[in-house]
């Protein structure tokens, strides 16, 4: 089996929310729940409403009209269904293979949309967008994240494929109120690939963007500006 960097950049992405999951008691989202957010004022840097529908963050996210020429909206991929097990890393082994793929995540409010990029060559950027209280974003993007970087080399075995990884955290630029980023190395036999992935906490809106680093830092900022200005 082959793993493409948006397939690893899933993996510990959806981590970082699995943790954010289990401990959220935020109800289901629908109509009744949508329509008793606040509304959002005008203005570029005005405040982000309690909690945010995910209609609402779809809304937010980064179209290809936004990002320029070069790029095209993939299609969603299904979770991965292949049983995922973390070694030589005891913070990580600690959340199970589990939450590695997501199977334990439980946050209804979400939305995210990937795409490839072909200016030159072939990359890719993701932007997933969630909402829930400031304080569980913050204490489980924290706590994933801390856990990863304890650990500069760990190992994935994704069903019968091993994967190498490596784990550097970068500093993140100073754009909303909280910031985390990351250095991703995977090697699958002969294959190499370097991701990164940082989160920007906006009040109780979490932006991630993974993806080419190159992509990652030229887009970040316009991710979160728009998470601030759209109504």
Not at 99 to 104: N, Q, R
Not at 115 to 124: A, L, N, Q
Not at 148 to 154: A, E, K, N, W
Not at 189 to 199: D, E
């Amino acid at each position: 089996m082959r793993l493409h960097a948006t397939t690893v950049t899933s993996l510990s992405t959806l981590a970082v929310l699995a943790l954010a999951g289990c401990t959220s008691s935020t109800p289901a989202d629908d109509p009744a729940s949508s329509a008793s957010a606040p509304t959002q004022q005008e203005g570029k840097h005005s405040p982000v409403p309690e909690l945010l529908s995910s209609a609402a963050l779809s809304k937010r996210l980064l179209a290809e009209s936004d990002l320029g020429e070069g790029y095209t909206r993939k299609p969603q991929q299904p979770r991965p269904q292949d049983d995922v097990v973390v070694s030589g890393c005891p913070a990580l082994e600690e959340l199970g293979g589990d939450a590695a793929v997501g199977d334990s995540l439980d946050f209804p409010r979400k939305a995210k949309v990937s795409f490839t990029y072909t200016g030159g060559s072939d990359s890719e950027v993701a932007e997933e967008l969630y909402s829930d209280t400031a304080a569980k974003l913050s204490r489980g993007v924290s706590r994933i994240f801390d856990a990863m970087i304890s650990c500069p080399t760990y190992r994935i075995l994704v069903g019968s494929t091993s994967v190498d990884m490596g784990t550097e955290q970068m500093a993140a630029p100073p754009l909303g109120d909280e910031q985390w980023s990351q250095l991703l190395t995977y090697s699958v036999g002969p294959q190499r690939s370097v991701v990164q992935q940082t989160a920007i906490r906006i009040a109780n809106v979490l932006v991630i963007v993974s993806g080419s680093p190159g992509l990652v830092d030229s887009h970040l900022a316009q991710a979160v500006d728009k998470v601030q200005r759209t109504r």
